[in-house]
């Protein structure tokens, strides 16, 4: 009797439409702090109650598909697709994302073809800045390099949901990349190792601030296409947060410090080692230790390898047979690559790097000649101010006023991947802003060898590992 009494109260129309709503009003009006979307419930009344849609159309569309067979195999295709639209979308942007490892940076803790699970909901989703936007697609439309996915005149500011926690230190984080808010599309004239010109083919891949600095601004922006992209639509990254915003960090010899203190213990990082044989050794060796063949060297004449090792490889290598010594690689020769891209007042590199501090929103830091390399970014293209520097005088103006100086809008990160010296991270680039943080990697829920299928390269110890 009650079941009965319950079906009945739930098929009633009022009833249907009120429970509807409330979830609709908690998720779209409430949680997206946005009144526009209460138009939404004028919807939700029409399907449940006042029935104006089927009257004006829905009904003559049923009636038109029931009798036109080739009609009615054409709507259902685009029913299929538009209720894969309605519901995956959605999920998409508040619940979770699904990524795929393309590269070797974040090894071992996570592997290529490690395909994973990303919660939006720990950091709070962040709202699209671009909602018009082709869907399933990053940046550009299929099968194409220059076409954009998406409306470039209807843009939203940064705008992130109420979510379970803040970014913190040694959390595993996937990010628009900062410095793809710009590329370069064509073929370059360049020259080659003997200084013979050569045709390079620059794509999306190809980083554009490299480019200007090897090339010139002026010839880039003549000989290449140049496109800009909105952050939601700047490719996606991941790395392992090292820093959050106030810290200090600093690399010394190889070895990561935050706030003078030595980062603690990551299982699976690893380094490059430079290892001295008497022979070769066997691509078993590697396979059973776990080694990437690919990022292997071998000089013979030298009799030295290069190989990425974590520190329990490194122990395993040294106590082959036919290995003499085992030394870890450190770079001590500055390279202008390396952030903030002034090898005179920062002769950094990725082994030996910082001390930096890593910008809060509301901290105030002194701005002059010296310390501008370190957060001109931040200031011009992060926060979106106008800068001006005279350089005879010393003086540094922010939208156009003299400041010595500044305080930051927005909480920043850095970034590290665990496979330290085969990662282009913070680095390389600086730091991650908070409105580029997309969510937390959760888990790996399927592995793929590179170059098998899943039918013969699913990696079946990696299924569902928690990702730490």
Same mark, same amino acid.
């Not at 060796?285 to 190989?307: D, H």
């Not at 590199?349 to 970014?377: K, S, W």
């Not at 990662?423 to 991650?432: E, H, L, M, P, T």
């Given at each position: 009797?009650?079941?009965?009494?319950?079906?009945?109260?739930?098929?009633?129309?009022?009833?249907?439409?009120?429970?509807?709503? +409330?979830?609709?009003?908690?998720?779209?009006?409430?949680?997206?702090?946005?009144?526009?979307?209460?138009?939404? +419930?004028?919807? %939700?009344?029409?399907?449940?109650?006042?029935?104006?849609?089927?009257?004006?159309?829905?009904?003559?569309?049923?009636? %038109?598909?029931?009798?036109?067979?080739?009609?009615?195999?054409?709507?259902?295709?685009?029913?299929?697709? =538009?209720?894969?639209?309605?519901?995956?979308?959605?999920?998409?942007?508040?619940?979770?994302?699904?990524?795929? %490892?393309?590269?070797? #940076?974040?090894?071992?803790?996570?592997?290529?073809?490690?395909? %994973?699970?990303?919660?939006?909901?720990?950091y709070g989703p962040k709202m699209p800045n671009t909602p &018009?936007?082709?869907?399933?697609?990053?940046?550009?439309?299929?099968?194409?390099?220059? *076409?954009?996915?998406?409306?470039?005149? @209807?843009?939203?500011?940064?705008?992130?949901? @109420?979510?379970?926690?803040?970014?913190?230190?040694?959390?595993?984080?996937?990010?628009?990349?900062?410095?793809?808010? !710009?590329?370069?599309?064509?073929?370059? *004239?360049?020259?080659?190792?003997?200084?013979?010109?050569?045709?390079?083919?620059?794509?999306?891949?190809?980083?554009?601030?490299? /480019?200007?600095?090897?090339?010139?601004?002026? $010839?880039?922006?003549?000989? =290449?296409?140049?496109?800009?992209?909105?952050?939601?639509?700047?490719?996606?990254?991941?790395?392992?947060?090292?820093?959050?915003?106030?810290?200090?960090?600093?690399?010394?010899?190889?070895?990561?410090?935050?706030?003078?203190?030595?980062?603690?213990?990551?299982?699976?990082?690893?380094?490059?080692?430079?290892?001295?044989? *008497?022979?070769?050794?066997?691509?078993?060796?590697?396979? $059973?230790?776990? &080694?990437?063949?690919?990022?292997?060297?071998?000089?013979?004449?030298?009799?030295?390898?290069?190989?990425?090792?974590?520190?329990?490889?490194?122990?395993?290598?040294?106590?082959?047979?036919?290995?003499?010594?085992?030394?870890?690689? &450190?770079?001590? =020769?500055?390279?202008?690559?390396?952030?903030?891209?002034?090898?005179?007042?920062?002769?950094? !590199?990725?082994?030996?790097?910082?001390? /930096?501090?890593?910008?809060?929103?509301?901290?105030?830091?002194?701005?002059?000649?010296?310390?501008?390399? =370190?957060?001109?970014?931040?200031?011009?293209?992060?926060?979106?101010? !106008?800068?001006?520097?005279?350089?005879?005088?010393?003086?540094?103006?922010?939208?156009?006023?003299?400041?010595?100086?500044? !305080?930051?809008?927005?909480?920043?990160?850095?970034?590290?991947?665990?496979?330290?010296?085969?990662?282009?991270? #913070?680095?390389?680039?600086?730091?991650?802003?908070?409105?580029?943080?997309?969510?937390?990697?959760?888990? &790996?829920? /399927?592995?793929?060898?590179?170059?098998?299928?899943?039918?013969?390269?699913?990696?079946?110890? $990696?299924?569902?590992?928690?990702?730490?």
């Amino acid at each position: 009797m009650k079941k009965n009494l319950f079906k009945e109260l739930w098929y009633n129309k009022w009833v249907q439409f009120s429970v509807v709503s +409330v979830i609709y009003v908690l998720w779209f009006v409430v949680w997206t702090r946005n009144l526009w979307w209460l138009l939404g +419930v004028i919807v %939700i009344y029409d399907f449940y109650i006042g029935k104006w849609s089927e009257r004006l159309w829905l009904n003559r569309y049923r009636t %038109i598909k029931a009798n036109n067979r080739p009609f009615r195999k054409v709507a259902e295709w685009i029913e299929a697709l =538009l209720f894969a639209v309605i519901v995956v979308v959605p999920l998409k942007i508040y619940f979770f994302g699904m990524y795929v %490892i393309p590269s070797s #940076s974040m090894e071992h803790t996570l592997l290529t073809g490690d395909y %994973i699970f990303v919660s939006k909901i720990h950091y709070g989703p962040k709202m699209p800045n671009t909602p &018009i936007s082709f869907p399933f697609v990053q940046n550009t439309m299929p099968f194409s390099q220059m *076409t954009p996915s998406y409306w470039k005149r @209807w843009q939203w500011d940064y705008k992130r949901l @109420w979510g379970r926690d803040t970014v913190q230190r040694d959390d595993v984080v996937v990010f628009n990349f900062p410095e793809g808010d !710009t590329v370069a599309l064509g073929t370059v *004239t360049v020259a080659d190792e003997f200084g013979q010109p050569m045709e390079m083919e620059v794509s999306s891949n190809t980083n554009y601030y490299d /480019l200007v600095r090897s090339l010139g601004r002026e $010839r880039v922006e003549e000989e =290449l296409k140049v496109r800009y992209r909105p952050v939601d639509k700047r490719d996606n990254y991941i790395k392992r947060c090292v820093a959050v915003a106030g810290d200090r960090v600093q690399v010394i010899d190889g070895e990561l410090f935050v706030n003078g203190a030595r980062q603690k213990e990551i299982p699976g990082v690893q380094y490059i080692y430079l290892v001295n044989v *008497t022979g070769p050794i066997g691509n078993r060796v590697f396979e $059973r230790l776990g &080694i990437n063949a690919e990022e292997v060297g071998y000089n013979a004449e030298a009799g030295r390898y290069t190989m990425p090792l974590t520190e329990e490889a490194s122990e395993a290598i040294r106590k082959l047979p036919e290995v003499k010594q085992v030394t870890r690689y &450190i770079n001590r =020769l500055p390279n202008e690559a390396i952030f903030p891209h002034d090898t005179e007042l920062y002769p950094w !590199t990725e082994d030996i790097f910082g001390p /930096l501090q890593v910008p809060r929103a509301g901290q105030t830091v002194a701005l002059t000649l010296e310390t501008l390399p =370190l957060y001109e970014r931040v200031i011009r293209n992060y926060e979106r101010n !106008t800068l001006r520097v005279d350089e005879e005088k010393g003086e540094i103006y922010v939208n156009d006023s003299l400041v010595t100086d500044y !305080t930051f809008k927005m909480n920043y990160y850095f970034m590290m991947g665990d496979n330290r010296h085969n990662s282009a991270d #913070s680095r390389f680039w600086g730091f991650v802003p908070e409105d580029h943080v997309e969510g937390r990697a959760s888990f &790996i829920w /399927l592995s793929v060898t590179p170059g098998k299928n899943i039918f013969n390269g699913i990696r079946w110890d $990696r299924m569902f590992l928690e990702i730490k």
